[in-house]
């Protein structure tokens, strides 16, 4: 069984940078897709970036392009999210997730969570504020 593990959250004043870790075990990320999604108090959860398997394709949510950058590393089963410029409406618990791909998904599908992801891991919060 897969299981993921967030790491990197924390308080940050905005305009700040942050990078976001997900160490994955039980099971390898490679051939998965994997995504980091947030939920706000009060708000449904979102995704925020989706990497492909081979991590060719990779989908921002329009809210984060341009400052935040998703990575992976197949060979360490390592999967980052590099946060800068951070906003206050950035606040939110942090979640990495992985996702078998199917004919019936695509990297938009999980990142809209119009096919959601399969595993996730417990989150990590992230607190953007002055």
């Known amino acids: 069984q897969l299981q993921l593990v967030e790491s990197g959250g924390g308080l940050v004043q905005p305009g700040g940078s942050l990078r976001l870790s997900c160490a994955a075990s039980?099971?390898?990320?490679?051939?998965?897709?994997i995504g980091w999604f947030r939920q706000a108090p009060g708000k449904e959860r979102e995704g925020v970036s989706c990497?492909?398997?081979?991590?060719?394709?990779?989908h921002y949510a329009d809210s984060v392009k341009g400052r935040f950058t998703i990575s992976r590393d197949n060979a360490n089963q390592m999967v980052y999210l590099q946060m800068n410029g951070l906003k206050p409406e950035d606040t939110a618990v942090y979640y990495c997730?992985?996702?078998?791909?199917?004919?019936?998904?695509?990297?938009?599908?999980?990142?809209?969570?119009?096919?959601?992801?399969?595993?996730w891991g417990q989150g990590t919060q992230v607190t953007v504020s002055s």
């Open positions: 997730a992985a996702q078998r791909p199917s004919a019936m998904s695509t990297i938009q599908t999980m990142c809209t969570m119009t096919t959601p992801p399969n595993y």
């Open positions: 039980g099971d390898t990320i490679v051939g998965r897709r």
């Open positions: 990497i492909s398997s081979s991590g060719n394709i990779i």
